[in-house]
């Protein structure tokens, strides 16, 4: 249930002027390899919980027939394959471009989310159908059985009598020590967090809150199916309202993962983190050579952790290419210093009077009509050419592997 869970992350987030990322949790804490840090030992602590209460909650929900039990359970699985997910790709992510991928590997996490998010929605469709199927059992116990006859649905052992039904009260047990142990780890992340002033941490922190909300529903289902007489209907109504929220969870992240696939431009507040830095290293460049250079565009799109920045600058239309250089070495190496995740930054000079759409203009123009013929025309001479230069540099690439 990660969406609810997420908002709440980014909220914090930005509250604490941070944006991170929509679908998935900063990992900072959880790759590191420093094991004697507070907040590296409280994130593995908090993959290790995932984990145990992923198999005790399971495997109670299947014993002790509680919906709402499993449905927490797959939470917590979809939780832990996240983590898992997370150390799996982000090594890659943070690999340095070569030759083949010259934007980097960051897509590999993009990808790496799109699966886990694919999971967690499969996961919430199939929980939330199995508490269906058997909020119907117990609605309407004799259509159900009608039903089974034909093959229309699973022939479920629960349908012999509503008062067998129920979950046990063992399952109650497990729901309240999951609240407590995410209780637990919610206020010691969230202390650590305070020490270090971290908004990822106090991020993690609040998502142990929500996952123990979700316990809690999982508690109060089956505590009421239990106490209250024929309410044995309680308990696969919370496995559906926490299926329901790891659907909705699914689908945010499916959606933020597609979108960061497709090249979408960063969110607005890292935009202008990325503005604000590099307008302060050419407020101090501008006062101490009297020049006058500005940023004139921001934009960027998201690669896994990295962020690909390009920055417009316009300086004064004489400028030599030494120049622009060094302009262009401050405020990259600004920008990288001040704001947290920028991985590239491309900067390109316009003359400070120029008029032209920002960066619009680096894309080629369909002549009219043209933009209707997928192939560009070109004759005979020009594709013996392009075929001619394919080859060398092929040749090149080659030569350069054997000079390595
Ligand atoms: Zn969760």
Not at 76 to 91: E, G, K, N, P, Q
Not at 339 to 368: H, L
Not at 392 to 401: H, L, V
Request: glycine content about 10%.
């Amino acid at each position: 249930m990660s969406t609810t869970e997420t908002q709440t992350r980014t909220h914090v987030g930005h509250a604490h002027g941070h944006g991170h990322g929509h679908h998935h949790h900063d990992n900072t804490y959880l790759v590191s390899k420093n094991k004697n840090d507070a907040g590296v030992r409280i994130t593995r602590i908090g993959l290790f919980v995932n984990l145990g209460m992923a198999i005790g909650k399971g495997a109670g929900g299947y014993f002790f027939h509680s919906q709402a039990l499993v449905a927490d359970a797959v939470h917590s699985l979809t939780d832990l394959v996240s983590d898992i997910m997370t150390l799996a790709t982000v090594s890659w992510s943070l690999k340095p471009p070569s030759e083949r991928f010259p934007s980097g590997y960051g897509k590999v996490e993009s990808l790496g989310s799109l699966g886990v998010s694919g999971i967690l929605l499969g996961g919430g469709v199939m929980m939330g159908w199995a508490a269906l199927i058997a909020l119907a059992q117990h609605i309407f116990p004799e259509a159900m059985e009608i039903a089974a006859q034909w093959g229309l649905m699973p022939h479920s052992h629960h349908h012999h009598g509503v008062g067998e039904m129920g979950p046990s009260i063992h399952a109650a047990w497990l729901a309240g020590g999951s609240i407590l142990i995410k209780e637990w780890l919610y206020r010691a992340t969230l202390k650590v967090a305070n020490e270090r002033k971290s908004s990822v941490l106090a991020s993690n922190a609040y998502h142990h809150r929500v996952d123990s909300l979700t316990a809690f529903v999982a508690l109060l289902m089956i505590a009421g199916s239990n106490v209250l007489t024929n309410a044995s209907w309680m308990d696969p109504v919370g496995g559906l309202v926490i299926s329901l929220m790891v659907i909705q969870a699914g689908l945010g992240n499916t959606k933020a993962a597609l979108y960061e696939l497709a090249d979408v431009g960063v969110e607005e507040e890292m935009r202008q983190n990325v503005q604000q830095a590099a307008t302060k290293a050419l407020a101090d460049f501008n006062s101490s050579s009297a020049s006058d250079v500005q940023v004139r565009h921001v934009q960027g799109i998201k690669s896994g952790q990295n962020y690909l920045m390009d920055i417009e600058l316009g300086a004064p239309a004489s400028w030599t290419i030494e120049q622009t250089r060094g302009v262009e070495s401050l405020v990259r190496e600004r920008v990288g210093a001040k704001v947290r995740g920028v991985k590239k930054v491309r900067v390109r000079f316009v003359a400070n009077t120029s008029d032209q759409p920002d960066f619009m203009d680096e894309f080629i123009q369909a002549k009219d009509g043209s933009s209707l013929s997928p192939e560009p025309e070109v004759d005979q001479d020009h594709q013996e050419h392009d075929h001619n230069h394919s080859h060398g540099s092929k040749d090149a690439e080659k030569s350069a592997k054997k000079r390595r």
